[in-house]
């Protein structure tokens, strides 16, 4: 009995290791499936898609394993249909991306790819690479839009900017009865759903074309000479990171990546294609890889043009009031000390308005003789200054009694340097203040720039923006 009892104990002990190894074996089966690059093909992201898509994005939870998608570098297995157009004879500096398919009411994409030729000049245009993807099930469809993109541009394509590609039905993840987030109905979630893998197969296409990458909606209008201020802002973020910068508020339109950021964010799209629209996601995106706030330029760059909505042809009125035909003209706000001896609410600091991002700086109700202050790092020649009061929601928090000075012959130490002599270029008025020629209305070198407040005012101060614009540099 003795025996039988250890023999017993010991079949127990064996059964119980065979299992903890079979448990062990599986998981590091489905570790390196998951992990090895090489095998990383469709049908494993079609599985993952599946696997992943039946829980809610947690940013907290994923963080850690979104982190190890850099191990996702590689591009995801698809073969895609080149409608017109050839591959890239060379990378390009910019591309840029458009996905589009058949709407109810309207087509605004053969006006979509003729304002961003058009308001390119021949130099950038040889820069810029733009991918078009039909993402039309269609195929009617699809030959027709192919018929007139290759009518009205066909010297883009022969030049090879301008390429238009197909992804087959075949490659698309399950896209019916599909989990209804924020009690969506179940054709919307299927047309948010489809647009987010649209967007990972266009991304995962765009992916060793070009240094940068900037995705539009197939309904945008372009302003004039894009290309250079897009070149101009990535100059003056030299050095410091970033994941994404806004060209538009609206949307998907106007977000601009590095290109070798694309494959995981093409991956990230396919993971969670069916939690909540693209423009959502990409909020994610941002953070997890460290970006937590927004940096968005003005004037936008591009605007929403589209009245029905892809999505049933509802309507779609949207538009970006920061949007200027001639936004190139982009101020260069050279380096400078910036300080104030008004009473600042919160962290909403003196660097905030001399900043091209979207944000401003906000003190408390301002006396007579308060001032903002900028202290050049340099001596400067100015032609043009703006500067911008208030916002649309705090429309009376503006400078209601003011004047605009400039200074020469610095004094001081470098923390508390400052200007002798002022010369007041003008009042403020309606809460605004802007001037040309500045150039040709001041003879010295300009060192210092300040906004005197003239009148005090119980209303509190918003400087949403000083944009200032340099002429040639001032000989030292």
Known sequence: RHNLKYFDKMRCLRKRSAVSFLGILVVCLLFMNLYTEDGYVLEGDK?????????????????????????????????????????????????????????KKGNYLLETIKSIFEQSSYEELKEIAVVVQLADFDSAWCEGMVQDISQKFAHHIIAGRLIVIHVPEDYYPVLDGLKRNYNDPEDRVKFRSKQNVDYAFLLNFCANLSDYYVMLEDDVRCSKNFLTAVKKVITSREGSYWVTLEFSKLGYIGKLYHSHDLPRLAHFLLMFYQEMPCDWLL???????????????????????????????????????????????????????????MNVFENYEASKAYSSIDEYFWGKAPSTGDFYGI?????????????????????????????????????????????????????????????????????????????????SQKEWLIIRSISVWTSQTPNQ
């Open 283 to 341: 909020i994610h995106f941002r953070g997890l890889l460290a970006q937590k706030e927004v940096i968005r330029f003005k004037p936008s760059l591009f605007q929403h043009m589209g009245y029905y909505s892809s999505y049933k042809g509802a309507e779609n009125k949207l538009k970006d009031d920061d949007f200027e035909e001639e936004s190139f003209d982009i101020p260069d706000n050279p380096p400078a000390n910036l300080h104030t001896n």
């Open 47 to 103: 599985q993952l898609i599946r696997e992943t898509a039946t829980h809610q994005l947690n940013p907290e939870r994923y963080v850690h394993s979104f982190k190890d998608l850099s191990n996702f570098s590689g591009s995801i297995n698809i073969s895609y249909r080149y409608l017109a157009g050839t591959p890239l004879p060379r990378k390009r500096y910019l591309t840029i991306g458009l996905s589009s398919v058949k709407r």
């Open 375 to 455: 202290v050049f790092e340099k001596p400067i020649k100015i032609s043009k200054i703006k500067v911008v009061t208030g916002t649309e929601d705090r429309q009376n928090d503006i400078l209601h009694h003011g004047a605009l000075e400039v200074g020469e012959k610095i004094v001081g130490s470098k923390k508390g340097r400052q200007c002798t002599t002022y010369l007041r270029l003008g009042e403020f008025k309606n809460g605004n203040f802007e001037i040309t020629d500045v150039e040709h209305k001041v003879l010295f070198d300009i060192n210092c720039m300040r906004i005197l407040v003239t009148k």
